[in-house]
């Protein structure tokens, strides 16, 4: 009697015991999945920051901070206070162009500085998850697109090339994909001639309206 009495209330601390290790864990893992699920998410691996930033890259950057970063430039060329260099990206089987202009700085004539980087390499997003291969209708909803300032011819398509004067211009094919971007200080706009070997960029003063 006494033994069967001993042993059921063994069996009841046992099973008190399997309840309190089946709750804890529970509680855990729950305030676990709550802590991850507000976690801002990862800054892309290659960002877009409009005037400011193009993957390592930022704008003002001097030429020997570029060179540092990026290596040795597939093609440059210099004149008139101006640097043009041309890097090629790849990822796997991607391959892409990066165009960097660099002029002199006006109170320091023997140093050159970022000014403008171009590229149609696809990995490069900003916050919004837009870049090379986003449609217009999605781009127009973060950035202000101006009217077209130049159009010109790459790989047999024409493209259209629209600031946003923010320091970020994007270039759209016929369907309104992005094809290539550039990001630059935001007192340059697009001219005419602006060129996928060339994105030339005039200085605006802020004092001026700009010239349509």
């Known amino acids: ?75 440059s060329d210099s004149g008139a206070g101006t640097t043009v260099s041309r890097y090629e990206l790849k990822d796997g089987g991607n391959e892409a162009d990066l165009i960097l202009i660099l002029t002199f700085e006006p109170q320091d ?3 050159k500085d970022l000014q403008v980087a171009r590229t149609t390499f696809t990995r490069y997003r900003d916050s919004f998850g837009l870049g090379v291969g986003s449609g217009r209708d999605s781009i127009a909803s973060h950035y202000a697109l101006e009217s ?31 094809r290539g971007l550039a990001v630059h200080t935001t007192n340059r706009k697009p001219t005419v001639h602006y060129r996928a070997d060339y994105p030339e960029m005039a200085t605006i003063d802020p004092a001026e309206p700009a010239i349509e």
Not at 159 to 167: N, R
């Open 1 to 75: 009697m006494m033994r069967g009495y001993w042993l059921s209330r063994l069996a009841y601390a046992v099973l008190l015991l399997c309840m309190a290790c089946s709750d804890g864990p529970s509680t855990e893992s729950s305030v676990t999945r709550d802590s991850e699920s507000s976690l801002s998410p990862p800054e892309p691996s290659y960002p877009i920051v409009a005037g400011e930033r193009l993957g390592t890259l930022r704008i003002l950057d001097r030429m020997d901070t570029v060179s540092q970063k990026l290596g040795p430039a597939v093609f």
């Open 109 to 111: 004539s023997m140093r």
């Open 148 to 178: 077209p300032a130049a159009v010109f011819v790459s790989g047999g398509d024409s493209l259209w090339v629209h600031d946003t004067g923010e320091g970020l211009t994007f270039e759209l094919d016929a369907n309104g994909i992005c």
